[in-house]
């Protein structure tokens, strides 16, 4: 006998529908498993014929053979064993057919029979929705991700038995659903962000720094502080996320699918991701790592940090490899890894906030001795490349503090400045609304030239700061997104000379500050 259930499974970070077949016919008693299976895959049949035994049922003992279509794609993990125990019991008359009839099946089994949560059950119930699908069943741990949805039926089962005695648990009737809605409270925080315990207040004098702060939070703009150890680089880059503006709808949805293809949701999978994901990696991570990759390419700390931070702390200690591979998804705002089997594009919409010394000791220019020779701080600073540098829109040097500085308060708290970012970045959405983008760091080609205009005085400093400096067109155009910036912060559309030589300040290294 033949039976037919559906089923899904991540590629990259969008669902893909996987059709289960599974054919029962006489012979030696014996399970194949075709269509690409990775070893999870194929060790499937030993979870499901426990679980299926062990749930009251009978596995068939004739020839059963399970294709996993399309056949020419790679299937990885256990999401596909819930369906391959309902194709078995389908094939074998034990199950009506007609009962999981248009009906997608997501979970992983145990031995004895209880459903196991998988990674990505919010990408697959979207693909169900967008493919038409009426009912998805999945885990009842995973029930509440798969319910953010409007538009499908979810069952929730936490054993076979459960399942098939009918006892699975529906989403209450007349229950709403869909973003932001009562009864979806938001998620635990994601893995990595700082806790609500830490302020901008706590950084106390730095006003230079807590400006730049404020000016690359306004406009999404990459951002690294440079300065001896212990003047607050590291203390302002993780106070980033405090005073960044919440996720909108199809933010939110966007970083909650990442974080769910990652399996980094949690236990309490209750709600969208409201708050900007902050990333910060060790330095010794891989390329693989920082950007993506694998056989089955998996997403890396630049997809995970999309429409947040990716901070990079102590910026020349990471690998150069790793370094120059930012490049690209810096400015294309995506990630592309290619495979013999498979090309999968990641959203790599992130803000890069970085800190570093201006040496290996740190000395220079703090005012202690410095024991590096011109040639280890050389070849520490070359680190950095060029391009690299150019792609950084604030640089920022930060300098050691006077003692009187330290005990003469905070200032300006992560609320305020939420509040001031929040008005800047307003004024952008509805100036950008109708071209697709929302931040002045994504203006590019013909819309630079209309929003980033500039008076004739602030055109000719411009002017001659890139001829005295020797800027490259890149490093122009992210002085223009800078100045369009601060000028959003003083609610005006102009852009006059002083926003521009404020924009100018912030490129330490351009400038030869430090170089």
């Not at 279509?69 to 389908?90: N, T, V």
């Not at 730095?206 to 999404?220: C, F, I, P, T």
């Not at 400015?331 to 013999?340: P, S």
Request: proline share 6%.
């Amino acid at each position: 006998m033949y039976a037919k259930m559906m089923s899904a499974s991540v590629l990259g970070i969008e669902g893909r529908l996987i059709e289960v077949e599974v054919n029962i016919s006489s012979g030696l008693p014996q399970v194949n498993v075709v269509g690409l299976p990775d070893s999870a895959v194929r060790e499937s049949i030993d979870r499901v014929r426990a679980a299926i035994q062990n749930g009251g049922m009978k596995f068939p003992l004739d020839r059963v053979t399970i294709n996993l279509a399309p056949a020419d794609l790679r299937k990885e993990g256990s999401a596909f064993d819930l369906a391959i125990a309902a194709g078995i019991l389908c094939a074998s008359g034990q199950v009506d057919p007609e009962r999981l009839a248009d009906t997608l099946f997501i979970g992983e089994m145990s031995l004895s029979g209880s459903i196991r949560s998988v990674p990505g059950v919010l990408p697959m119930t979207e693909l169900a929705r967008r493919s038409g699908i009426r009912r998805i069943v999945v885990p009842r741990s995973a029930m509440a991700e798969a319910s953010l949805l409007p538009g499908i039926e979810v069952l929730g089962i936490s054993s076979l038995s459960e399942w098939i005695n009918g006892e699975a648990e529906e989403e209450p009737e007349g229950a709403p659903a869909g973003f932001g809605r009562k009864r979806l409270r938001s998620l635990k925080r994601p893995e990595g962000e700082p806790g609500g315990d830490v302020d901008l207040a706590d950084v106390v004098g730095q006003e230079q720094g807590k400006r730049a702060l404020l000016v690359a939070a306004s406009g999404m703009h990459n951002l690294v502080f440079v300065g001896p150890p212990g003047t607050g680089k590291t203390m302002l880059c993780r106070r980033l996320p405090t005073i960044l503006p919440a996720l909108n709808d199809e933010e939110a949805l966007a970083v909650t699918k990442i974080f769910s293809v990652c399996g980094k949701l949690g236990g309490e999978r209750t709600g969208l991701i409201r708050s900007r994901p902050f990333r910060s990696p060790h330095h010794t991570i891989s390329a693989a790592g920082l950007i993506g990759g694998g056989s089955i390419p998996k997403p890396g700390e630049v997809t995970l940090a999309h429409h947040g931070v990716l901070f990079l702390d102590e910026l020349p200690e990471f690998s150069r490899t790793c370094l120059e591979t930012l490049r690209q998804p810096l400015e294309d705002r995506e990630v592309t890894i290619g495979r013999a089997r498979a090309v999968c594009r990641f959203p790599a919409g992130f803000m890069l906030a970085a800190s570093m010394n201006p040496c290996p000791c740190g000395g220079e220019p703090s005012g202690k001795p410095c024991a590096c020779s011109p040639a280890v701080i050389a070849r520490y600073r070359s680190r950095i490349s060029g391009p690299l540098a150019d792609r950084l829109d604030l640089q920022v040097e930060l300098a050691r503090q006077p003692l009187q500085g330290l005990v003469s308060g905070g200032g300006i708290s992560s609320a305020q400045a939420r509040e001031i970012v929040a008005g800047a970045a307003a004024r952008q959405r509805a100036r950008y609304a109708r071209h697709g983008f929302q931040w002045n760091s994504q203006l590019q080609g013909s819309h630079l030239r209309k929003y980033a205009k500039l008076s004739s005085d602030a055109e000719a400093l411009l002017q001659q700061v890139y001829d005295r400096l020797g800027l490259s067109f890149r490093a122009h155009d992210r002085i223009l997104r800078i100045s369009r910036t601060i000028a959003d912060l003083a609610d005006r559309e102009a852009i006059r000379a002083e926003d521009v030589a404020e924009a100018i300040s912030y490129r330490c290294l351009d400038r030869g500050v430090l170089l």
